[in-house]
């Protein structure tokens, strides 16, 4: 049977959604329609008590200010990190998800909306999301020695690569880094075997648009950082993939790396999961035992030190 017919065996809780959903999103003709859109939708900030301050900070990015109730004295901290390729999205369009890592962990979150590509390619998306993390850290309510970094698809790559660029750096402890079915290396849009029928929102050729988008004229032996041969000393990671991803190959090769170079890596591979899966069936027994995996590994993470 031709390979294109075979029918990808999605997990029984996706296939609807999956039955629903394009194989690619973004292209170059439709990137300009797409952020008109996120524009009219994430245009209204929420209310209620637990709605996030919407703040510009001094560096001139943009962020999500989200508060745990009830909280007191200095508590740990989560920098979230929003996918879209590198060429779409807003911090808005994972405000449930932070009100959640903040409701379930007690931490205060920082969504950063950082610049996008093409416009702003590398190093302009991690040097923002350095900034609104370096300005996290010295908030009066956040224990630095407790703050994490997390984001998804394009996303979890800019949280790889700031954990790197903060661990050159020096000036920062992490506590921990998320992946989630993270962007995380350019040399997937080389292989030729991943034209898989199960693929949802991000194919090859999408991959190879963003890529080509947010890296410009950089050197990907720096900006990539599946291509970083120094992996040591960065902070303890959790990678999440379905097995119908895209990223699902490079994530896991990437999570072997970390292991090889002594850093704690918990990988959590989903049979059946398409990219994105979590955020289109958030309320799927599968999508909840994806999060609170996250959270379990947050949690220690985040636990004081002993004294």
Sequence with gaps: MPKSRIRPDFHPE?????????????????????????????????????????????????????RPTGASGRGPALLWIHGGGYVIGDAAQDDVLCR???????????????????????PAPVEDCYSALTWLSALPSVDSA??????????GGLAAALALLTRDRGQIPLAAQLLVYPMIDDRTVLRTDLDNPGHRL??????KFGWRAYLGDADPEVAVPARRTDLAGLPPAWIGVGTLDLFHDEDLAYGERL??????????????????????????????????????????????AAA
């Design 14 to 66: 996706l296939r609807r959604s999956a039955r629903l959903l394009p194989k690619q999103m973004i292209t170059p003709l439709t990137l300009p329609f797409i952020r008109a859109a996120s524009r009219l939708m994430w245009r209204n900030d929420p209310d209620g008590p637990d709605a996030p301050e919407v703040l510009t900070l001094p560096s001139g990015v943009g962020v999500r200010l989200y």
């Design 100 to 122: 959640r890592f903040a409701r379930e962990l007690g931490a205060t979150v920082a969504s950063v909306n950082y610049r996008l590509a093409p416009e702003h390619p590398y």
């Design 146 to 155: 407790r703050v994490a970094i997390g984001g998804a698809s394009a996303g």
């Design 202 to 207: 991000w194919n090859q050729s999408s991959n």
């Design 259 to 304: 292991r090889a170079a002594g850093v704690p890596c918990e990988v959590m591979v989903v049979e059946g999961a398409f990219h994105g899966f979590d955020g289109i069936a958030p309320k799927a027994d599968v999508s909840q035992s994806f999060f609170a995996s996250q959270c379990a590994l947050l949690r220690t993470a985040f636990a004081p």
